[in-house]
C-alpha cells in the first residue's frame, strides 16, 4: 500500500533527499584525513587551559583571584569557540562536503515543510500510514539483525581482522581513546580530592572529555567499514519519515500520537532480541486513561533501552568486582 498525496507518493520525494545525504556521509570520512583531527585535538586541551586559568580557577577563591574573571571570561570563550569550530570540521556538515552537505539539509527542510502543508489524508490511509510506520521500523534494522550462517562467519572473519583494518586508524583510536580518558581522569583528579574546594574544575573535565570524546568518534568511523555502520544522517531521515507519519494519522484522526514509539525504542527492543510483544504493539493495546508514565516508558524506553542498561550495568558491576577481588 502507498501513501500518496495529490501529486504522486511522499517517499519517493523524501528518500532520495535523504539517501543523497547519507551517501555525503560516507564520502566524509573516506575523504578527510588526518589534518582536522590533530587541529581538533589540540584545540581541545589548548580551549581547557584557557577556561582553567580564567574562570575555574578564579571561582575557587574569588575573594583572591576576582580580577583574573574579567579577562579570563572573554579568553576562555574564544578558545571554547576556536575549539568548537575545529571539532565541527569532523563532522559531514562542516567537513570537505560540507557545502554539499548543507544545501542537501536546505532541500531537505524545503520538502518536508510542503510535506506538512498537505492536508491530512483522512481515516482512510490509516492503515496504509501505519503499513509505512512498521516498514520503516523493519528497514531501520534489517541489515543489523538478519545474519545468515554464511555472514556469521563472515562476521567472525571480520572481527578477528578487525584490529588490521586500516592499521593507521586503529592505532589513532587507541591513542586518543588513551588520551581522552588519562585527561579526563587528570584533570577530574583535583575535584576527587578535593570536591568542595575545586568543584568549579568540573568546567574543565567538561572540555576535556566533551572534545576529546568527539575525537575519538570520529577514529573510530574512519576505522569502520562504511557498510558496517547505520549513520547519524540515516537515523535523522528515518525519524523525519517517522515524524511525518505521525503526524498525518493524528491529523488524520486514526491514532494518538504517543501510541507511535520513538524509532530508538522500536530499533532497540529489535536488535536486542525482539520479545513477545514490541513496544507498538504493547501502546496499540493500551487503555485511552493509560498513565503518562506507562505512556512514557512505552513510547521512549521499552525494552530494548533496559537491556541495554543492564547491560551495561552488569559489565560495570563486573569490572568493579574484579578490581576489588584483585
Known amino acids: 500500500m502507498d501513501v500518496t498525496t495529490g501529486d504522486g507518493d511522499w517517499l519517493g520525494r523524501l528518500r532520495p533527499i535523504n539517501d543523497y545525504l547519507v551517501a555525503l556521509d560516507r564520502q566524509h570520512y573516506e575523504r578527510s584525513g588526518a589534518a582536522p583531527l590533530v587541529l581538533a585535538l589540540v584545540a581541545v586541551p589548548v580551549a581547557a587551559f584557557a577556561v582553567l586559568a580564567g574562570v575555574a580557577m578564579p571561582l575557587t577563591d574569588v575573594e583572591e583571584w576576582a580580577g583574573w574573571l574579567l579577562p579570563g571570561v572573554p579568553v576562555a570563550a574564544v578558545a571554547l569557540w576556536g575549539a568548537w569550530l575545529a571539532l565541527r570540521r569532523l563532522t559531514p556538515r562542516h567537513g570537505p562536503l560540507g557545502a554539499e552537505f548543507r544545501a542537501g539539509e536546505s532541500q531537505r527542510d524545503a520538502q ?8 491530512p489524508l483522512g481515516p482512510a490511509h490509516g492503515a496504509a500510514l501505519w503499513g509505512r510506520a512498521e516498514e520503516l521500523y523493519q528497514r531501520s534494522t534489517s541489515g543489523l539483525t ?4 554464511r555472514d556469521q562467519r563472515e562476521l ?27 585527561g579526563t581522569l587528570g584533570a ?14 568540573l568546567a574543565v573535565v567538561a572540555v576535556v572529555a566533551g572534545g576529546w570524546s568527539l575525537c575519538f568518534r570520529y577514529c573510530f568511523l574512519k576505522w569502520r567499514r562504511p557498510g558496517d555502520r547505520v549513520p547519524r544522517t540515516q537515523k535523522v531521515g528515518w525519524r523525519h519519515e517517522l515524524a511525518w507519519l505521525r503526524h498525518q494519522m493524528v491529523a488524520s484522526g486514526v491514532l494518538a500520537g504517543w501510541r507511535v514509539p520513538a524509532l530508538h525504542t522500536e530499533r532497540l527492543w529489535r536488535l536486542t532480541g525482539g520479545g513477545r510483544r514490541s513496544p507498538a504493539a504493547t501502546l496499540a493495546r493500551l487503555p485511552e486513561n493509560a498513565s503518562a508514565p506507562r505512556r512514557f516508558y512505552w513510547r521512549y524506553v521499552g ?9 551495561f550495568v552488569g559489565c560495570y558491576l563486573v569490572a568493579t568486582a574484579i578490581s576489588l577481588a584483585a
Request: proline content about 10%; glycine content about 12%; charged content about 10%.
Open 156 to 182: 567472525v572473519h571480520g572481527m578477528r581482522t578487525a584490529p588490521f583494518r586500516n592499521f593507521r586508524w586503529t592505532l589513532a583510536g587507541w591513542g586518543v581513546g588513551m588520551l581522552t580518558v588519562l
Open 303 to 311: 525494552a530494548g533501552v533496559v537491556r541495554l542498561a543492564a547491560f
Open 188 to 201: 577530574a583528579a583535583p575535584v576527587l580530592a578535593a570536591p568542595d574546594e575545586n568543584g568549579p574544575l
Open 112 to 119: 518536508l515543510a510542503g510535506l506538512y502543508a498537505l492536508p
Open 146 to 149: 538478519a545474519f545468515a550462517p
